[in-house]
């Protein structure tokens, strides 16, 4: 049976150990693929209707009052059944604290009895803060394992680390 991979990742200007800097591929997409790579499975991009601002300050105030809105941003396509696989990875950017308000979108549609979720995160010194706790919620009925947190400026060198964790 194959494995999918949920997640979701923003391109566009990001801080990089205090620096700001324009990247064209977000730092959890480079996971993601690692991923793919790896074990072949299927790939699913969580992307709202309304894209972020690529300005990093801009994009910090609308993610900050989503959340506080408790917001569940459209998304383009949403998936709408898990039922073939049995493993899923679900990543995502530590946004703060937690997951991103459109993967809270997307996983609250889909039924997670049964399924065995990894879940990964990259960040900038926060690590899963308290999205393992959202995760629990958002993924009810699933095993969870151990989950994988990768700081964002060192995704390029994390394929082993990644192939390890996938193998635990
Ligand atoms: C809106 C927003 C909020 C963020 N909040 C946090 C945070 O609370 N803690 C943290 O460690 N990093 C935070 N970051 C940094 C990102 O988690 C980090 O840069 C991540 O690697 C970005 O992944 P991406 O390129 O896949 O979107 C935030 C970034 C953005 C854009």
Redesign the pocket.
């Known amino acids: 049976m194959k494995d999918l991979i949920i997640y979701f990742?923003?391109?566009g200007e990001?801080?990089f150990g205090g620096e700001l800097k324009n990247?064209e591929k977000?730092?959890?997409?480079v996971i993601a693929e690692y991923i793919q790579e790896i074990t072949g499975a299927d790939l699913f991009k969580v992307e709202p209707i309304v894209d972020y601002p690529e300005d990093?300050m801009k994009?910090?105030d609308v993610?900050?009052k989503e959340q506080q809105d408790d917001a569940r941003p459209e998304i383009k396509e949403a998936l709408g059944d898990i039922a073939s696989y049995d493993t899923i990875y679900i990543g995502f950017?530590?946004?703060?604290?937690t997951l991103p308000m459109p993967m809270f979108t997307q996983l609250e549609q889909l039924d997670f009895t049964d399924k065995t979720v990894k879940a990964f995160v990259?960040?900038?010194?926060?690590?899963f803060?308290f999205a393992q706790k959202d995760l629990k919620k958002l993924c009810a009925g699933a095993e969870i394992k151990k989950g994988l947190s990768i700081p964002?400026a060192n995704v390029y060198d994390s394929k082993d680390t990644v192939e390890t964790w996938i193998n635990e």
């Open positions: 990742s923003r391109s990001n801080y990247i977000g730092n959890t997409e990093y994009c910090i993610a900050k950017p530590n946004w703060w604290g990259t960040h900038e010194g926060s690590g803060g964002g």
